[in-house]
């Protein structure tokens, strides 16, 4: 998908949202059932906080930060899914020091 995310950028702290768009198609002849999963980061960390935005009706175990769908889907049928996160974290961090 286009780069939904952003950045922005406040006295001690910057928030960075990133946005993803699942995107699954039956290629089958007959109505198929498929069990989706995906999974959000989650910090240890208390000066990075992490919100989930938008999930599109999945099931969220916010523990883990795992999100599932169990789907439908028609013969052809094309069903797409949006997964939105905000990272909230110190000016002075990096996240790409995250692993």
């Not at 990133?18 to 198929?32: A, G, P, Q, S």
């Amino acid at each position: 998908m286009n780069d939904k995310s952003n950045e922005k950028f406040f006295s001690s702290y910057q928030e960075k949202t990133f946005t993803y768009d699942l995107i699954v198609r039956n290629n089958k002849k007959e109505v198929i059932t498929i069990d989706i999963k995906d999974q959000i980061p989650l910090s240890k960390d208390e000066s990075i906080k992490i919100e989930l935005l938008q999930s599109d009706n999945a099931d969220v175990d916010k523990e883990k930060g795992f999100l599932s769908w169990n789907v439908k889907i028609s013969p052809s049928e094309t069903k797409k899914f949006r997964v939105s996160y905000k990272v909230r974290y110190p000016k002075d961090f990096s996240l790409s020091n995250l692993k």
